[in-house]
T-cell receptor
Framework: KAGVTQTPRYLIKTRGQQVTLSCSPI?????VSWYQQTPGQGLQFLFE???????NKGNFPGRFSGRQFSNSRSEMNVSTLELGDSALYLC????????????FGSGTQLSVL | DQQVKQNSPSLSVQEGRISILNCDYT??????FLWYKKYPAEGPTFLIS?????DKNEDGRFTVFLNKSAKHLSLHIVPSQPGDSAVYFC???????????FGQGTELSVKP
């Protein structure tokens, strides 16, 4: 069974640009959640999608948004990038709920210059 | 507001000895706790979990202890191996369907 796939692995953007990250969950998993990892801050929860609906949301500004498609694949979008958005963005999938065992992808490393 | 805290950013242990990683939380409503391990360039992987109705859970070399009165949990690795060198995250949830809240992580280095 293929694991969680995130693309691209690396991205370099400049301030003010926007970016879209993609996540394909494990086959059969319906819940996809996104986390931001920065040094010293651990994993900060962004949002969770289940059956194409946002079910939980973290404390991030509206510049961070996401969506989920009918095949459970998910995308995350960050608009008007700021230097502080530089981070590793991790996607995780689970069968039904975020508080089950999560399976993480390898992440997308975003650098904002 | 950091509800789950790992106050030690790093820990160094000799191979064969015990590694103890600590995690404190502030929300007494948390009912389920997990530990994840992360190697560089990989996503975190699930290691072990414990429900709030228990005070200990064991899986091979890994044991998690929960002290609800102190709002503290710890992960013990015995014996430690060089392959255990990674960043360890503790996480907690406080209701069914709720999000997982992670700590900042502790980088464990096990020296041969």
């Amino acid at each position: 069974k293929a694991g969680v796939t995130q693309t691209p692995r690396y991205l370099i953007k400049t301030r003010g640009q926007q970016v879209t990250l993609s996540c394909s969950p494990i086959s059969g998993h319906r819940s996809v959640s996104w986390y931001q990892q920065t040094p010293g801050q651990g994993l900060q929860f962004l949002f969770e999608y289940f059956s194409e609906t946002q079910r939980n949301k973290g404390n991030f500004p509206g510049r961070f948004s996401g969506r989920q498609f009918s095949n459970s694949r998910s995308e995350m979008n960050v608009s008007t990038l700021e230097l502080g958005d530089s981070a590793l963005y991790l996607c995780a999938s689970s069968l039904v709920s975020t508080n089950e065992k999560l399976f993480f992808g390898s992440g997308t490393q975003l650098s904002v210059l | 507001d950091q509800q789950v805290k790992q106050n030690s950013p790093s820990l160094s242990v000799q191979e064969g000895r015990i590694s103890i990683l600590n995690c404190d939380y502030t929300n007494s409503m948390f009912d389920y706790f997990l530990w994840y391990k992360k190697y560089p360039a990989e996503g975190p992987t699930f290691l072990i979990s414990i429900s709030s109705i228990k005070d200990k859970n064991e899986d091979g070399r890994f044991t998690v202890f929960l002290n609800k009165s102190a709002k503290h949990l710890s992960l013990h690795i015995v014996p430690s191996q060089p392959g255990d060198s990674a960043v360890y995250f503790c996480a907690a949830r406080y209701n069914q369907g709720g999000k997982l809240i992670f700590g900042q992580g502790t980088e464990l280095s096990v020296k041969p």
